[in-house]
């Protein structure tokens, strides 16, 4: 198989349903998801040479196939009839993952600011390109009919990777960076 095919040299590219310009809305809406996912296995990597991370690294591993579904969704330039990859299921196991690592990690009452250790700083790239890739998303789907599921899946994944790099500082014994400046901004949990 060769790697180059020439056919993209005007500037062009193919999505399922036909060839748009590579700065189309759709391509930039699956390139961007695609530019996550590259963010995610670097995470996903460094979990992995930790001993105390390895639940993350799996967690992380299942979230690149699920952004490989999200981009193969958002490709369609003509989804009339056909059958979406990305369900409300995910989000339901996002939810319970954030769930998971907030009870992990100490109550926030600050802004924090990216860091901590390498691990939680990896976390808060991905949470940031995640960000991008939902307002490309939010944008094509103004326009042109978009799974929706991807969309709830891209916005709670984005809380999920704050919650995640939280915890994974907790786990490895790393305060996280609160922003100096900042007033007591968040309430604590009222039981």
């Not at 952004?67 to 056909?82: H, I, R, Y």
């Not at 991905?126 to 709830?152: F, I, M, Q, S, W």
Request: glycine share 8%.
């Amino acid at each position: 198989m060769k790697l180059y095919t020439r056919t993209g040299d005007g500037g062009k590219t193919s999505v399922k349903g036909g060839r748009v310009r590579k700065d189309d809305i759709r391509v930039e809406a699956y390139g961007t998801i695609d530019e996550l996912n590259a963010f995610v296995g670097q995470a996903a990597a460094a979990a992995a040479a930790d001993g105390n991370l390895e639940q993350l690294a799996a967690e992380l591993l299942e979230i690149q196939q699920e952004l490989f579904d999200c981009g193969s969704d958002l490709a369609f330039a003509d989804p009339e009839g056909k059958a979406y990859k990305m369900t409300a299921e995910p989000v339901q196991r996002l939810e319970a993952w954030i769930d998971a690592h907030i009870a992990a990690a100490p109550e926030v009452t600050r802004f924090i600011l990216p860091g901590g250790s390498a691990v939680s700083a990896l976390l808060h790239v991905c949470r940031t390109v995640c960000r991008r890739a939902e307002r490309r998303a939010v944008t094509l789907a103004a326009g042109l009919p978009v799974n929706e599921d991807v969309l709830k899946y891209i916005n709670r994944l984005s809380d999920y990777f704050f919650a995640a790099a939280r915890s994974a500082n907790a786990k490895l014994g790393v305060a996280d960076t609160e922003y100096v400046r900042s007033a007591e901004v968040f309430r604590k949990n009222r039981k």
